[in-house]
């Protein structure tokens, strides 16, 4: 594979954490800014393995906490590239928790981040193509322009009249 492209499971980054009092709310429960802080290192690093640069954080998509992760219980983190624009990736990360005494896990979260290649510089820097190859990674690549032109749009860096894949929401 040429240097401009990287298959989607290049970017995998995969963090495990147990969850001890220290990142505890008072209900024993993992703190909303400590997962947040875990989720962006782990999508971070993802964007780092796919581009072989310094990312900057771009913007962080709705993080809903679906479930409480209680304390004791392992906490895993998967990202991994959805898709690369010219200087910018998607990132996709999913959050798995598990009580491995009693053998359970759940889903506790997922969400979108983007971050941007720099340079030494810190001037924005071209990203490698990301190549899907499973169902799962085509249904997400295929997906993330349409994230991408809503984020536009809801930052105002778009007008969504311009956004393509979104014109049978907003027309």
Known sequence: MSTNKKTVKE??????????PNDTNPLNNLM????MHWM???AAISAQKFCNSHVVTASVDNISFQNPIPLGHVVTLSAKVTRSFTTS????IEVIAEDIPNNTRFRSNSAFFTFVAVDKENKPSTVPEAVPESEEEIEMYNGALRRRQLRLVLAGRMKPDEATELKSIFF
Do not use: N, Q
């Open 32 to 35: 909303g800014g400590k997962l």
């Open 40 to 42: 962006d290192i782990t």
């Open 11 to 20: 970017s995998l980054a995969v963090k495990s954490e147990l969850l001890l």
């Open 89 to 92: 990736m998607e990132i996709h």
